[in-house]
């Protein structure tokens, strides 16, 4: 499964992508949310207010959890600031 | 059409272009988004635009695709830049036209508005001592996306 983070969550996390191997403990997003918790303090500082983190799957904005599958690209980003 | 670019562009080509050898176009509308230098109130020297290739152009077509649905439009144009930018240049470049004005109106205003809350961009500022800031959203941005709505 790919991951992506943008804008500050890339500069907390000092990452911009990832894959990690699909298991059941990341079968939807709210699960996988779950488990980035648990990966040490920036993660659990980053998504520790959901309120400011978007969710999409395959380039898609998701509207509520979400089944995820291993071919699935799943990004992680603030609120949208263009234009 | 989208674009999403690195490159600068020149707004007077761009409408020149879209309008070109056609008569059948009454009415063209541009709004350009520009690097300006303060932020609520403080001081910014430079911008840089983050964007989340493939979703972006992805949600692009999807506004531009229901603003030729709700307007009578007979072109459209979406150029947003990422990268670094300078105070002054342009960011975004919306492009409506139509056989009448209010079409053309609406639709470019739509279609900023729309692209203000759901286009994946994220800006970077820059202020004097060169330390940098990720902008936050504002709610009157998602007050005038929502505007749109209750129209459906």
Known sequence: MKILYFAWLKTKLQMTAETIPWSEECRDTDNLVRWMKTRGPSFAEVFSDLEVVRIAVNQEYITGNTALGKEDEVAFFPPVTGG | MIRVQRDIFDIGMEIEALTNERTDIGAVVS???LVR???DGSKVTGLSLE???GMTERELAKIEEEARARWDLQDSLIIHRYG?????????LVVTASP????AFEAAHFLMDW?????PF???EMNASGKTNWVEERESDLKAAR???SDA
Do not use: C, S
């Open chain 2, 31 to 33: 709004f350009t988004g």
């Open chain 2, 37 to 39: 230098d303060f932020n």
């Open chain 2, 51 to 53: 964007h989340y290739p």
């Open chain 2, 84 to 92: 670094e930018m300078a105070l002054g240049e342009p960011i975004v």
């Open chain 2, 100 to 103: 009448h004005r209010q079409d």
């Open chain 2, 115 to 119: 692209l203000k809350t759901k286009a």
């Open chain 2, 122 to 124: 994220w800006k970077q």
């Open chain 2, 147 to 149: 505007r749109w709505n």
